[in-house]
């Protein structure tokens, strides 16, 4: 994988702000689990490569989200023990959306969960 150019003034900080959100974003999915959190990490790694090399660094060595990310960059991979935790959540989360949300809106979360369930069996586990 070739090196990635980091961004400079206030560009960085754009990627890096994103990059905060992705990560918030996929922390409160281990809570939420209508929110997958291994998509949320992947884009929060790309965006601290592009807008800071430290908190790329600290990604990586995370000892949660560090081997989930290593192993997206260098095989495309998402262990399978993610995917199943994935998968579960996702499904009861949808089961209780279409229960308690209001008419137009139940559907919703149900496709957005579909697609990335479909997404997610299509990348290989190992």
């Known amino acids: 994988m070739p090196p990635t150019r980091v961004a400079r003034g206030w560009l960085a900080r754009l990627w890096i702000a994103a990059g ?3 990560l918030v974003t996929g922390i409160i999915g281990i809570f939420l689990p209508v929110l997958p959190t291994t998509p949320f990490v992947l884009v929060a790694a790309y965006c601290f490569a592009r ?4 908190w790329e660094r600290w990604l990586l060595r995370h000892p949660r989200f560090g081997p989930m990310v290593r192993a997206w960059r260098a095989r495309r991979v998402v262990p399978l023990r993610a995917k199943q935790l994935a998968w579960v959540t996702m499904a009861a989360s949808c089961a209780w959306t279409l229960w308690k949300l209001p008419d137009p809106w139940r559907w919703l979360p149900s496709i ?3 697609l990335t369930a479909i997404w997610l069996y299509r990348l290989p586990s190992r």
């Open 51 to 54: 807008g800071s090399p430290r």
């Open 112 to 114: 957005v969960c579909g």
């Open 20 to 22: 905060f959100v992705a």
